[in-house]
């Protein structure tokens, strides 16, 4: 029998080309797939979805699978730590005199700054809760800084809560499942971070590049930053709580400002959660749907229009306008309501809220700078 | 007459069986895992088969395969679906297109091949990345992932000295 007479030797050349066919419709659907990802814009696709089974599968098997890791890192850890005993003997010496003299400092600056509290009448913070959770899987290529958890929504988890290990920031959740969630790091190259420099208080973005030293962009002022500085969460835009450690500065090899973060000297199997929300989430968004604006009531006469239906929290009095000087001649008063047509008779009685030159609102709360208190903030000292 | 040469590869061979090492290797190495301080490097496991089944013989499964292996490795990373598949996609085409200069190279300037199609690779996910957040990646970074994802070159090269010869079509 002839080796041509079988049909299958004559298929070099066709597979070759279907296999050419085969690359270029390969390559269509993953620039499809490319284009069609639209996770973090919009919630709730088939992307995120698959997103979402998938952590819930690694979750568990990557639970198992870094137990001997940990021991392994464990058994290294000891090592070291027995080898460099009498050095670190030395140094956790030194640091506990420097400590002792910081635990003084803080009583006093503690004392005086609940004296100053209580006479400003400042409402404290409130204590945000956490929840504890073991990385799983940990992603360290340039495109991609992510890390897996073993918490989600059975623990409370939800999409943009902060993420800190003992020693600082690490980012935020950016995806959950059942028993799993998907954290950005502050290294990854689509990380963007509201940051302060804590000795000038300037203010900074952190821009992660996939690199172990994010940037600092944005800065203003001359000499904003000194190689050192602490860097924290400033608490800007509400994604995380002002005041929380990030790292310190240090002068890249390319010129430009970076932060040594310190997160990366704690371990790394271990993290918490912060339960904080986003100034975007604490907003009623019902009541900002509802268009009906307050009334202003000035002493003018004229002004004695009747409010709107729906009660309103008052305008404080810098927001009205001056009031009206009295006699014939004056001005009708700018009113930035709408002009309401008079309520007939059969509408039900006004609540007492509609009263608002009766009632006098309260002052609103101020920090020592004069700024608002936000309504959640981070405070450092609150454990769950 | 034995017609054992013309046999086509089984596929599970030297298609699935790679696959599925070379997922496993980069389940391993994304687990936390620190010594002394230090972490463990990230090399793309799967450019051995982007590399290695170009270089053995064309085939309709491989850039299916590839695109699969490249969606598993979007969702452990968490990168942009389709970026790794679109990027070893790059490396396994432009391997393909190369494969007639690449028969009877030595063992060291294979590895050169493997070394440019991985930074080939790479350059793309660079590009891709840089598209889809609008800020390019860390080189520095991405140099390390070629460093780590160069040196697998011997598991390879143990894959095509496997294959190479299995179905005289293709030599």
Same mark, same amino acid.
């Given at each position: 029998m002839a080796f041509r007479q079988d049909s299958f030797g004559e298929l070099k050349v066709p597979l070759a080309w279907t296999a050419g066919v085969a690359l270029v419709v390969c390559v269509v659907i993953a620039i499809a797939l490319m284009l069609s990802d639209r996770r973090g814009t919009v919630e709730g696709t088939a992307q995120a979805a698959t997103q979402q089974v998938a952590d819930t599968v690694v979750t568990p098997v990557g639970d198992v699978l870094s137990t001997p890791g940990r021991w392994i890192s464990g058994g290294f850890d000891f090592i070291g730590s027995y080898w460099n005993s009498a050095g670190e003997n030395r140094r956790l010496k030194a640091e506990l005199q420097e400590a002792r003299r910081a635990e003084d400092r803080a009583t006093a600056l503690g004392l005086e700054n609940a004296r100053l509290r209580a006479m400003l009448n400042v409402r404290t913070d409130p204590p945000m809760p956490m929840v504890t959770a073991r990385v799983v899987f940990d992603g360290r290529g340039p495109f991609r800084r992510a890390q897996l958890a073993n918490a989600g929504t059975d623990k409370g988890v939800a999409i943009g809560y902060p993420v800190i290990s003992e020693r600082g920031v690490i980012g935020r959740v950016v995806g959950v499942s059942g028993n799993a969630s998907r954290i950005l790091l502050l290294k990854d190259v689509s990380s963007r971070t509201p940051v302060m420099i804590a000795r000038t208080n300037a203010r900074a973005i952190l821009t /992660?590049? /996939? /690199?172990d030293n994010p940037r600092l962009d944005n800065l203003r002022g001359a000499d904003p930053v000194k190689p050192g500085d602490r860097v924290l969460t400033s608490g800007d835009g509400g994604v995380y709580p002002g005041g929380l450690p990030v790292g310190r500065a240090v002068r890249g090899l390319d010129g430009k400002w970076r932060v040594a973060l310190d997160s990366d000297t704690a371990p790394v199997d271990w993290v918490r959660i912060l339960q904080f929300k986003d100034f975007s989430q604490l907003a009623d968004r019902k009541a900002l749907a509802n268009s009906d604006m307050p009334s202003v009531i000035t002493d003018?006469? !004229? !002004?004695?229009r009747a409010p709107s239906p729906t009660p309103r929290p008052s305008t404080p009095s810098a927001a009205q306008p001056p009031p009206a000087t009295p006699g014939p001649a004056a001005r009708p008063p700018i009113s930035i309501a709408p002009p309401t047509p008079a309520p007939p008779a059969a509408t039900p009685p006004k609540p007492p809220a509609t009263k608002p030159k009766t009632t006098k609102p309260p002052p609103p709360r101020l920090t020592p700078e004069g700024l608002p208190t936000r309504p959640m903030p981070y405070r450092p000292g609150g454990q769950p | 007459m034995s017609f054992q040469a013309a046999r086509p590869l089984d596929p599970w061979r030297w298609m699935g069986a790679p696959a599925l090492i070379c997922l496993g290797a980069t389940l391993l190495l994304g687990l936390p895992f620190r010594v002394f301080g230090l972490q463990l490097p990230e090399p793309v496991f799967p450019m051995i088969c982007a590399f290695s089944w170009a270089v053995i013989r064309p085939s309709v499964l491989s850039p299916i395969a590839l695109l699969a292996i490249g969606l598993v490795l979007d969702l452990l990373w968490g990168s942009p679906f389709g970026m790794w598949g679109m990027s070893m996609l790059v490396g396994y085409g432009l391997t393909l297109a190369m494969r007639a200069m690449m028969t009877g190279q030595s063992r060291m300037m294979m590895w050169a091949w493997y070394a440019g199609v991985c930074a080939v690779t790479l350059a793309a996910g660079y590009l891709f990345t840089m598209l889809a957040f609008h800020h390019p990646p860390n080189l520095v970074g991405v140099v390390w992932q070629l460093l780590a994802t160069s040196l697998l070159y011997p598991f390879a090269h143990r894959l095509i000295d496997r294959f190479d010869d299995a179905d005289v079509r293709f030599r």
């Open positions: /992660g590049d /996939g /690199g003018a006469p !004229s !002004s004695q | -």
